[in-house]
């Protein structure tokens, strides 16, 4: 069973650039999550997708961050302008479907953003 | 609201030693599960055992139990039996139950190494 995939690995912007990150999901999960992961810490949740719908956004930084779901597969995750403090590891994680108790998150390998 | 602490930054054991990583936890949640997860150099984050809030019974997954104390909000990883690739950044996270919005908070991490 392949994993989730992400992409790109690295990017490196100057600020108040844009960039994209994208991630596809383990083939059938429903529920997709962007994590954002600073260095030193914990991945902490941006986002998380039922099928093509926003399960909860509370901490998306709504002003530079949007993302999308919009078949219910894929996602992608965009930053408009980056800012220093956006360096970090995005990691997206996908599950079976959210709404069954014993679900799982199974993680991408990442993309390392670096602001400059 | 929930919040995870993990007080051990950095711990460094022999090979074939076994080692406890702390973790605490606060939630508001009444249905809730507790994760370990490990993540090695390449980044992917990968489930190493997970213990529903409401079974008592401790989880166990080959060389890895925890120590899941309810009332103390304590879920403690232990590894028996430890390997160098156990060598890596260990999370403890948490996440609710329930059919809604479950995406995972975690703690800042452990970093284990393992000495040959």
């Known amino acids: 069973e392949a994993g989730v995939a992400q992409s790109p690995r690295y990017k490196i912007i100057e600020k108040r650039q844009s960039v994209a990150f994208w991630c596809n999901p383990i083939?059938?999960?429903?529920?997709l999550y962007w994590y954002q992961q600073i260095l030193g810490q914990g991945p902490k949740l941006l986002i998380q997708f039922q099928n093509n719908g926003v399960v909860d956004d509370s901490q998306l930084p709504k002003d530079r961050f949007s993302a999308e779901r919009l078949k219910g597969v894929d996602s992608t995750l965009k930053i408009q302008p980056a800012k220093l403090e956006d360096s970090a590891v995005y990691l997206c994680?996908?599950?079976?479907?959210?709404?069954?108790?014993?679900?799982?998150?199974?993680f991408g390998p990442g993309t390392r953003l670096t602001v400059l | 609201a929930q919040t995870v602490t993990q007080s051990q930054p950095e711990m460094s054991v022999q090979e074939a030693e076994t080692v406890t990583l702390s973790c605490t936890y606060d939630t508001s949640e009444s249905n809730y599960y507790l994760f370990w997860y490990k993540q090695p150099p390449s980044r992917q984050m990968i489930l190493v055992i997970r213990?529903?809030?409401?079974?008592?019974q401790n989880a166990t997954e080959n060389r890895f139990s925890v120590n899941f104390q309810k009332a103390a909000k304590s879920f403690s990883l232990k590894i028996s039996d430890s390997q160098l690739g156990d060598t890596a950044m260990y999370f403890c996270a948490s996440g609710p139950s329930g059919g809604g919005a479950d995406g995972l908070t975690f703690g800042k991490g452990t970093h284990l190494i393992i000495q040959p």
């Open positions: 083939s059938g999960h429903a529920t």
């Open positions: 213990q529903e809030a409401y079974k008592q």
């Open positions: 994680a996908s599950s079976l479907d959210h709404r069954f108790y014993d679900n799982e998150q199974f």
